[in-house]
């Protein structure tokens, strides 16, 4: 089993549309959690940590569950720009700071 | 501007040869990262450094090498003996403790 599952797409939306990506993770000891963006040929970019208690940043909701080491990000109203890979981000739960990432969701916006 | 540099953009390899990336950071951060990054995969961590003249093997150190003689630098040398080196490589680095890294524009290597 991967230590961070996603579902890699394409999602193919259309303008305006509400768009929700998966991710699940196998080390329950993990205390750190994050969605980076990823556009084509570039590095990566924090998109939003993620908290327990759930956390929104304008059209971006982030949830999480660690009952069932669940997480979500859930894109509302999307934009032709919103158009990226999206990359579920988990810390190893060790006293360093590795973070393992997922091979990322590709979303495509539809104008 | 704070941020990450990390030069050369492009770099091509000749059989035979070593090449190194420069990764230099001016925010102040102790902890700096290396990943490889190919098609369809995620981020593979190379190799780590949590402060000056100390690193930790990743999970594909092999083939490669670095140093940390200074806390702004972490450069990598990709060795001879890293038979696949094409790919993506992507220098981050954060505060200590389970925290957001931030990453350099990274460095496309090819094989000539």
């Known amino acids: 089993r991967k230590e961070v599952e996603q579902d890699p797409g394409p999602f193919n939306v259309p303008e305006g549309a509400t768009v929700a990506f998966n991710c699940t993770y196998s080390n329950s000891a993990s205390q750190s959690f994050f969605w980076y963006r990823q556009d084509c040929r570039k590095e990566p970019k924090l998109l939003m940590s993620?908290?327990?208690s759930g956390n929104e940043d304008g059209r971006f909701t982030a949830q999480l569950n660690r009952a069932s080491q669940y997480i979500s990000l859930l894109i509302r109203d999307s934009k032709l720009s919103d158009s990226a890979t999206y990359l579920c981000?988990?810390?190893?739960?060790?006293?360093?700071?590795?973070?393992?990432f997922g091979t990322g969701t590709l979303l495509a916006v539809q104008p | 501007d704070g941020g990450i540099t990390q030069s050369p953009k492009y770099l091509f390899r000749k059989e035979g040869q070593n090449v190194t990336l420069s990764c230099e950071q001016n925010l102040n951060h102790d902890a700096m990262y290396w990943y490889r990054q190919d098609p369809g995969q995620g981020l593979r961590l190379i190799y780590y450094s949590q402060i000056v003249n100390d690193f930790q093997k990743g999970d594909i150190a092999e083939g490669y090498s670095v140093s940390r003689e200074k806390k702004e630098s972490f450069p990598l040398t990709v060795t001879s003996a890293q038979k696949n080196p094409t790919a993506f490589y992507l220098c981050?680095?954060?505060?200590?403790?389970?925290?957001?890294?931030?990453f350099g524009a990274g460095t496309r290597l090819s094989v000539l």
């Open positions: 981000v988990v810390g190893d739960g060790g006293a360093t700071n590795k973070l393992i």
């Open positions: 993620v908290y327990s």
């Open positions: 981050a680095s954060s505060i200590l403790g389970p925290n957001i890294q931030y």
